[in-house]
Protein backbone atom coordinates (compact mmCIF):
# COMPACT_ATOMS: atom_id res chain seq x y z
CA UNK A 1 0.00 0.00 0.00
CA UNK A 2 1.42 3.64 -0.83
CA UNK A 3 1.24 6.30 1.57
CA UNK A 4 0.46 9.96 0.22
CA UNK A 5 0.29 12.88 1.90
CA UNK A 6 -2.64 14.00 -0.33
CA UNK A 7 -4.45 10.94 -1.18
CA UNK A 8 -6.62 8.99 1.69
CA UNK A 9 -5.68 5.15 1.90
CA UNK A 10 -8.83 2.44 1.68
CA UNK A 11 -10.01 1.42 5.46
CA UNK A 12 -10.64 -1.85 3.88
CA UNK A 13 -8.23 -4.18 1.90
CA UNK A 14 -9.75 -4.04 -1.75
CA UNK A 15 -9.65 -7.00 -4.36
CA UNK A 16 -9.36 -7.09 -8.24
CA UNK A 17 -12.94 -8.07 -8.41
CA UNK A 18 -13.75 -4.12 -6.68
CA UNK A 19 -12.34 -2.65 -9.83
CA UNK A 20 -14.43 -4.58 -12.28
CA UNK A 21 -17.15 -2.17 -14.29
CA UNK A 22 -20.01 -4.07 -15.08
CA UNK A 23 -20.07 -2.81 -18.44
CA UNK A 24 -19.42 -5.39 -21.23
CA UNK A 25 -15.61 -5.02 -22.84
CA UNK A 26 -16.12 -4.22 -26.50
CA UNK A 27 -12.50 -4.52 -27.92
CA UNK A 28 -11.70 -7.11 -30.00
CA UNK A 29 -11.24 -11.07 -28.95
CA UNK A 30 -6.96 -10.78 -28.80
CA UNK A 31 -6.97 -7.04 -28.57
CA UNK A 32 -3.75 -6.39 -26.06
CA UNK A 33 -5.79 -3.77 -24.33
CA UNK A 34 -7.35 -6.53 -22.75
CA UNK A 35 -3.94 -6.83 -20.35
CA UNK A 36 -3.28 -3.62 -19.68
CA UNK A 37 -7.12 -3.58 -18.16
CA UNK A 38 -5.99 -6.63 -16.15
CA UNK A 39 -3.28 -5.51 -15.15
CA UNK A 40 -5.13 -2.21 -13.56
CA UNK A 41 -7.45 -4.50 -12.14
CA UNK A 42 -4.30 -6.15 -10.56
CA UNK A 43 -2.09 -3.09 -9.30
CA UNK A 44 -5.17 -0.58 -8.14
CA UNK A 45 -6.32 -2.90 -4.89
CA UNK A 46 -1.97 -3.01 -4.36
CA UNK A 47 -1.62 0.71 -4.58
CA UNK A 48 -4.61 0.45 -1.61
CA UNK A 49 -6.25 3.88 -2.27
CA UNK A 50 -9.71 4.47 -0.95
CA UNK A 51 -11.86 3.46 -4.26
CA UNK A 52 -13.28 6.51 -4.93
CA UNK A 53 -10.29 8.23 -4.74
CA UNK A 54 -8.99 6.67 -8.23
CA UNK A 55 -10.06 8.50 -11.67
CA UNK A 56 -9.61 7.74 -15.27
CA UNK A 57 -9.56 10.37 -18.17
CA UNK A 58 -9.11 9.24 -21.74
CA UNK A 59 -9.77 11.52 -25.03
CA UNK A 60 -11.22 9.40 -28.58
CA UNK A 61 -9.65 5.82 -29.73
CA UNK A 62 -9.58 2.11 -28.52
CA UNK A 63 -7.95 2.92 -25.91
CA UNK A 64 -10.02 5.59 -24.74
CA UNK A 65 -13.09 2.93 -23.75
CA UNK A 66 -10.78 2.23 -20.56
CA UNK A 67 -13.30 4.49 -18.03
CA UNK A 68 -16.00 2.60 -18.74
CA UNK A 69 -14.18 -0.47 -18.16
CA UNK A 70 -13.00 -0.13 -14.53
CA UNK A 71 -14.96 1.02 -11.68
CA UNK A 72 -13.82 4.12 -10.59
CA UNK A 73 -15.12 7.71 -11.27
CA UNK A 74 -13.56 8.29 -15.04
CA UNK A 75 -14.61 10.99 -17.80
CA UNK A 76 -14.34 10.27 -21.72
CA UNK A 77 -13.32 13.70 -23.61
CA UNK A 78 -12.78 14.51 -26.56
CA UNK A 79 -9.68 13.47 -28.85
CA UNK A 80 -6.64 14.66 -28.07
CA UNK A 81 -7.73 16.44 -24.90
CA UNK A 82 -7.52 14.26 -21.84
CA UNK A 83 -4.40 15.71 -20.82
CA UNK A 84 -6.10 19.11 -20.41
CA UNK A 85 -8.72 17.22 -19.01
CA UNK A 86 -6.92 15.72 -16.54
CA UNK A 87 -4.44 18.59 -15.56
CA UNK A 88 -7.64 20.42 -14.18
CA UNK A 89 -9.00 17.02 -12.74
CA UNK A 90 -5.69 17.16 -10.68
CA UNK A 91 -5.49 20.57 -9.67
CA UNK A 92 -8.71 21.08 -8.56
CA UNK A 93 -8.58 17.65 -6.39
CA UNK A 94 -5.42 17.13 -5.33
CA UNK A 95 -6.89 14.03 -3.12
CA UNK A 96 -7.55 12.31 -6.38
CA UNK A 97 -5.22 9.71 -8.06
CA UNK A 98 -5.67 10.71 -11.64
CA UNK A 99 -4.70 8.07 -14.58
CA UNK A 100 -4.71 8.48 -18.09
CA UNK A 101 -5.78 6.04 -21.26
CA UNK A 102 -4.60 7.39 -24.40
CA UNK A 103 -3.51 6.18 -27.84
CA UNK A 104 -0.45 6.83 -29.87
CA UNK A 105 -2.64 9.11 -32.24
CA UNK A 106 -4.73 10.41 -29.29
CA UNK A 107 -1.69 11.74 -27.19
CA UNK A 108 1.08 12.05 -30.54
CA UNK A 109 -0.74 13.64 -32.93
CA UNK A 110 -4.06 15.72 -31.93
CA UNK A 111 -3.12 15.86 -28.99
CA UNK A 112 0.71 16.13 -28.97
CA UNK A 113 0.85 19.75 -28.15
CA UNK A 114 -1.33 18.84 -24.37
CA UNK A 115 1.38 15.78 -24.27
CA UNK A 116 4.77 17.92 -24.44
CA UNK A 117 3.09 20.29 -21.83
CA UNK A 118 1.49 18.10 -19.10
CA UNK A 119 4.96 16.51 -19.18
CA UNK A 120 6.81 19.72 -19.30
CA UNK A 121 4.76 20.99 -15.83
CA UNK A 122 5.02 17.62 -14.12
CA UNK A 123 1.67 17.40 -12.53
CA UNK A 124 0.78 14.19 -10.92
CA UNK A 125 -0.80 11.95 -12.90
CA UNK A 126 0.33 8.72 -14.50
CA UNK A 127 -0.24 8.43 -18.28
CA UNK A 128 -1.18 4.78 -19.98
CA UNK A 129 0.46 4.96 -23.59
CA UNK A 130 -1.11 2.26 -25.50
CA UNK A 131 1.14 2.49 -28.67
CA UNK A 132 -0.27 -0.32 -30.80
CA UNK A 133 1.69 1.89 -34.17
CA UNK A 134 -1.80 2.22 -35.90
CA UNK A 135 -5.04 4.37 -35.95
CA UNK A 136 -7.26 1.38 -34.73
CA UNK A 137 -11.15 3.08 -33.89
CA UNK A 138 -10.53 4.40 -37.17
CA UNK A 139 -9.64 1.52 -39.25
CA UNK A 140 -6.25 1.63 -39.84
CA UNK A 141 -4.32 5.21 -40.79
CA UNK A 142 -0.89 5.03 -39.83
CA UNK A 143 -0.07 6.95 -37.03
CA UNK A 144 2.60 9.44 -35.45
CA UNK A 145 4.65 5.96 -34.59
CA UNK A 146 3.75 3.96 -37.64
CA UNK A 147 7.41 2.64 -38.43
CA UNK A 148 8.49 4.00 -41.92
CA UNK A 149 7.65 2.17 -45.08
CA UNK A 150 4.74 0.20 -43.27
CA UNK A 151 1.80 -0.42 -45.79
CA UNK A 152 -1.66 1.02 -43.89
CA UNK A 153 -5.06 2.44 -45.20
CA UNK A 154 -3.72 6.04 -45.61
CA UNK A 155 -0.04 4.69 -46.98
CA UNK A 156 -0.43 2.33 -49.62
CA UNK A 157 3.12 2.83 -50.94
CA UNK A 158 4.04 2.69 -47.78
CA UNK A 159 4.81 6.02 -44.78
CA UNK A 160 7.46 8.33 -45.90
CA UNK A 161 7.38 9.67 -42.33
CA UNK A 162 10.04 9.28 -39.52
CA UNK A 163 8.19 7.51 -36.51
CA UNK A 164 8.35 9.17 -33.04
CA UNK A 165 10.07 7.41 -30.80
CA UNK A 166 7.81 7.76 -27.34
CA UNK A 167 10.87 7.59 -25.00
CA UNK A 168 12.56 10.77 -26.87
CA UNK A 169 9.54 12.82 -27.32
CA UNK A 170 8.78 12.35 -23.34
CA UNK A 171 12.70 13.46 -22.02
CA UNK A 172 12.78 15.85 -24.51
CA UNK A 173 9.67 17.31 -23.12
CA UNK A 174 11.74 17.40 -19.55
CA UNK A 175 9.88 13.84 -18.38
CA UNK A 176 10.51 13.02 -14.53
CA UNK A 177 9.19 9.45 -15.26
CA UNK A 178 9.05 7.13 -18.47
CA UNK A 179 8.72 3.03 -18.24
CA UNK A 180 8.22 0.94 -20.90
CA UNK A 181 6.35 -2.49 -21.48
CA UNK A 182 4.73 -5.20 -23.13
CA UNK A 183 1.51 -6.31 -23.60
CA UNK A 184 1.75 -9.46 -23.59
CA UNK A 185 3.76 -9.29 -19.63
CA UNK A 186 1.08 -8.64 -17.29
CA UNK A 187 3.04 -9.00 -14.45
CA UNK A 188 5.63 -6.12 -15.85
CA UNK A 189 3.06 -3.82 -16.77
CA UNK A 190 1.78 -4.55 -13.02
CA UNK A 191 4.89 -3.44 -11.60
CA UNK A 192 5.74 -0.53 -13.80
CA UNK A 193 1.79 0.67 -13.01
CA UNK A 194 2.98 0.87 -9.62
CA UNK A 195 6.37 2.54 -9.88
CA UNK A 196 4.48 4.80 -11.81
CA UNK A 197 2.12 5.75 -8.83
CA UNK A 198 4.62 6.10 -6.67
CA UNK A 199 6.45 8.89 -8.86
CA UNK A 200 5.52 12.19 -7.65
CA UNK A 201 4.76 14.10 -11.09
CA UNK A 202 3.64 13.04 -14.49
CA UNK A 203 4.30 9.43 -15.01
CA UNK A 204 4.22 8.11 -18.68
CA UNK A 205 3.71 4.60 -19.43
CA UNK A 206 4.56 3.11 -22.69
CA UNK A 207 2.74 0.05 -23.40
CA UNK A 208 3.80 -1.76 -26.82
CA UNK A 209 0.50 -3.33 -27.50
CA UNK A 210 -0.94 -5.83 -30.62
CA UNK A 211 -3.64 -4.85 -32.23
CA UNK A 212 -4.95 -7.89 -33.76
CA UNK A 213 -6.76 -6.60 -36.84
CA UNK A 214 -5.10 -3.40 -38.59
CA UNK A 215 -1.41 -3.74 -37.37
CA UNK A 216 -1.14 -7.39 -35.89
CA UNK A 217 2.51 -8.50 -34.77
CA UNK A 218 3.93 -4.84 -35.06
CA UNK A 219 5.77 -5.67 -31.82
CA UNK A 220 6.52 -9.08 -32.95
CA UNK A 221 10.54 -8.44 -33.50
CA UNK A 222 10.33 -7.91 -29.88
CA UNK A 223 7.69 -10.09 -28.27
CA UNK A 224 7.83 -13.61 -30.36
CA UNK A 225 9.09 -16.60 -28.06
CA UNK A 226 12.07 -16.80 -30.66
CA UNK A 227 13.50 -14.00 -30.08
CA UNK A 228 12.20 -11.86 -27.28
CA UNK A 229 14.58 -13.54 -24.50
CA UNK A 230 17.55 -11.74 -26.95
CA UNK A 231 15.89 -8.61 -27.42
CA UNK A 232 14.44 -7.63 -24.24
CA UNK A 233 16.57 -5.81 -21.89
CA UNK A 234 14.60 -5.62 -18.19
CA UNK A 235 16.09 -2.52 -15.83
CA UNK A 236 15.96 -2.86 -12.37
CA UNK A 237 17.54 -0.21 -10.74
CA UNK A 238 21.16 -0.97 -8.79
CA UNK A 239 21.39 -3.79 -11.02
CA UNK A 240 23.65 -4.77 -14.03
CA UNK A 241 21.85 -4.42 -17.35
CA UNK A 242 22.11 -8.06 -18.36
CA UNK A 243 19.93 -9.85 -21.22
CA UNK A 244 19.87 -12.86 -23.61
CA UNK A 245 18.22 -16.35 -23.12
CA UNK A 246 21.64 -17.44 -21.63
CA UNK A 247 22.33 -13.86 -19.35
CA UNK A 248 25.01 -13.86 -21.36
CA UNK A 249 24.85 -10.13 -23.17
CA UNK A 250 24.99 -7.00 -21.44
CA UNK A 251 25.24 -2.86 -21.90
CA UNK A 252 28.43 -0.98 -21.60
CA UNK A 253 29.42 2.57 -22.22
CA UNK A 254 31.68 3.18 -25.32
CA UNK A 255 33.06 6.34 -26.30
CA UNK A 256 29.69 8.69 -25.99
CA UNK A 257 27.12 6.25 -26.62
CA UNK A 258 26.24 2.47 -25.81
CA UNK A 259 26.95 -0.59 -26.96
CA UNK A 260 26.29 -4.18 -26.20
CA UNK A 261 29.21 -6.74 -25.23
CA UNK A 262 29.33 -10.39 -24.67
CA UNK A 263 30.52 -11.98 -20.97
CA UNK A 264 33.33 -13.14 -21.04
CA UNK A 265 35.00 -12.08 -24.55
CA UNK A 266 37.79 -9.75 -24.46
CA UNK A 267 37.75 -9.93 -20.66
CA UNK A 268 34.54 -8.29 -20.32
CA UNK A 269 33.04 -9.32 -17.12
CA UNK A 270 29.31 -8.47 -14.94
CA UNK A 271 31.77 -5.51 -13.64
CA UNK A 272 32.46 -3.93 -16.47
CA UNK A 273 28.60 -3.51 -17.42
CA UNK A 274 26.39 -0.51 -17.21
CA UNK A 275 24.58 -0.09 -13.43
CA UNK A 276 20.88 1.37 -13.85
CA UNK A 277 20.15 4.12 -12.03
CA UNK A 278 16.43 5.04 -12.86
CA UNK A 279 16.43 8.12 -10.46
CA UNK A 280 19.69 9.94 -11.71
CA UNK A 281 18.42 13.55 -12.38
CA UNK A 282 20.58 13.41 -15.36
CA UNK A 283 18.91 11.96 -18.10
CA UNK A 284 21.68 11.53 -20.92
CA UNK A 285 21.71 7.64 -20.14
CA UNK A 286 17.89 7.23 -19.87
CA UNK A 287 18.01 8.88 -23.43
CA UNK A 288 19.93 6.56 -24.75
CA UNK A 289 18.41 3.52 -23.03
CA UNK A 290 14.93 4.62 -24.40
CA UNK A 291 16.21 4.80 -27.87
CA UNK A 292 17.41 1.50 -28.07
CA UNK A 293 15.90 -0.71 -30.82
CA UNK A 294 17.17 -4.03 -32.34
CA UNK A 295 18.83 -5.41 -34.06
CA UNK A 296 21.46 -3.15 -32.86
CA UNK A 297 20.32 -3.17 -29.41
CA UNK A 298 17.75 -4.70 -27.19
CA UNK A 299 14.47 -2.93 -25.70
CA UNK A 300 14.76 -1.64 -22.57
CA UNK A 301 11.59 -2.51 -20.40
CA UNK A 302 10.64 -1.73 -16.94
CA UNK A 303 11.39 1.62 -15.47
CA UNK A 304 13.88 3.62 -17.07
CA UNK A 305 13.50 7.05 -15.78
CA UNK A 306 12.27 8.37 -12.27
CA UNK A 307 13.92 11.61 -11.21
CA UNK A 308 12.95 13.85 -8.52
CA UNK A 309 11.57 16.93 -9.03
CA UNK A 310 9.22 19.71 -8.14
CA UNK A 311 5.54 19.10 -9.11
CA UNK A 312 3.00 21.86 -10.73
CA UNK A 313 0.08 20.64 -8.28
CA UNK A 314 2.15 21.02 -5.58
CA UNK A 315 4.16 24.74 -6.15
CA UNK A 316 -0.17 25.63 -7.37
CA UNK A 317 -1.01 25.06 -3.57
CA UNK A 318 2.00 26.63 -2.33
CA UNK A 319 1.14 29.79 -4.20
CA UNK A 320 -2.52 29.17 -2.75
CA UNK A 321 -1.37 29.37 1.01
CA UNK A 322 1.23 31.72 0.39
CA UNK A 323 -1.03 34.07 -1.13
CA UNK A 324 -4.18 33.50 1.67
CA UNK A 325 -1.67 33.95 4.65
CA UNK A 326 -0.38 37.40 2.93
CA UNK A 327 -3.14 39.07 1.32
CA UNK A 328 -4.92 41.90 2.83
CA UNK A 329 -7.99 40.42 0.82
CA UNK A 330 -9.72 37.00 2.59
CA UNK A 331 -13.30 37.20 1.64
CA UNK A 332 -15.13 38.29 -1.02
CA UNK A 333 -16.83 41.18 1.14
CA UNK A 334 -13.08 42.47 1.57
CA UNK A 335 -12.88 42.29 -2.33
CA UNK A 336 -16.49 44.42 -2.87
CA UNK A 337 -14.58 46.75 -0.36
CA UNK A 338 -11.38 46.90 -1.45
CA UNK A 339 -10.52 50.31 -3.76
CA UNK A 340 -12.61 53.65 -4.28
CA UNK A 341 -15.85 52.71 -2.19
CA UNK A 342 -18.57 55.28 -1.29
CA UNK A 343 -22.23 54.69 -0.14
CA UNK A 344 -25.02 55.88 -1.64
Given at each position: ????????????????????????????????????????????????????????????????????????????????????????????????????????????????????????????????????????????????????????????????????????????????????????????????????????????????????????????????????????????????????????????????????????????????????????????????????????????????????????DDLVEEQIEYAK????????????????????
Amino acid sequence: MLENKRIQTSPVELTKEDFVSDQMVKWCPGCGAHAILAAVENVFPRIGYRKENFTFISGIGCSSRFPYYVNTYGFHGIHGRANPIASGVKIANPDLSVWIATGDGDSMAIGGNHLIHIVRRNIDVNILLFNNQIYGLTKGQYSPTTPMGSVTKTSPQGTIEHPFITAGLIMGAQGTFFARATDNNVKLMSEVMYEAAKHDGTSVVEILQNCVIFADKAHGAITDREHREERQLFLKHGEPMIFGKNKDKGIVIRGTGLAVVKLGEDGITEKDLLVHDQYSKDPAIHRMLGRMMPPDFPVALGVIRSAPYATYDDLVEEQIEYAKANSKIQSVNDLLRSGDTWEI
